[in-house]
């Protein structure tokens, strides 16, 4: 394929993107959509088209309002929220860890219920965690905490994974945490943003 061809490909992508998300999505911002917004916003979606194949093409659109949501209201950015869906479930919705943690987000049914009532997502049982919109909006919501929790964002990462209560016990006798699950994360993030930053500029968003 010749390169023209290529950028062409890139371009209609990219912006095919931004218009379903335009079109469809429940994108409710208080300001105009400006052009670094919309920039992430077609590259969270593209992502997701690329990878979450498993994932209901309606609950995509709904995954990338979710994070941009988490962005705007608790500065959680949008391509680690990726990175994290990658590093724990794979983009897989059925997901379910040796452990028990369940969905996307591998969030564990104790933990779903608690945050569910938080944050006003119905609960009904354990496989809510395997609708793909709520795990998502749950395991943000938890991530969020585990942020505000510890203030920085290896420590809620690691908090995230191994439970809040766990790390506070290793903190306090003075065990330094070896981040290996939040190096994972963040090169994960480092990536995604290489994957798709030509396309972005090719499309001049």
């Not at 593209?46 to 309002?65: T, V």
């Not at 995230?160 to 070896?178: E, F, H, I, S, V």
Request: with cysteine; glycine share 8%.
């Amino acid at each position: 394929m010749k390169r023209s061809a290529r950028v062409s490909v890139r371009v209609t992508v990219a912006l095919c993107g931004f218009l379903l998300l335009s079109a469809c999505s429940t994108f409710r911002l208080d300001r105009p959509f400006g052009s670094d917004e919309r920039a992430t916003a077609v590259r969270v979606h593209s992502i997701l088209n690329a990878r979450g194949g498993g994932i209901d093409p309606r609950a995509r659109i709904a995954i990338a309002d979710v994070l941009m949501a988490a962005h705007r209201d608790h500065g959680i950015d949008p391509l680690l929220g990726l990175a994290l869906i990658e590093t724990e479930s794979g983009f897989r919705p059925d997901a379910v860890s040796s452990v028990g943690a369940l969905g996307l987000l591998q969030v564990h049914p104790f933990v779903g219920r608690a945050v569910a009532a938080q944050i006003g997502v119905t609960w009904s049982d354990r496989n809510t965690l395997f609708d793909p919109v709520s795990n998502v909006r749950i395991g943000l919501a938890y991530l969020a905490e585990m942020k505000a929790r510890f203030g920085r964002l290896d420590l809620a990462l690691t908090a995230y994974n191994l439970g809040p209560n766990r790390l506070d016990q290793m903190l306090a006798r003075g065990q330094q945490p070896q981040f290996a699950f939040s190096k994972t994360v963040l090169a994960k993030r480092a990536r995604l943003g290489l994957i798709q930053s030509e396309a972005i500029e090719v499309a001049g968003l």
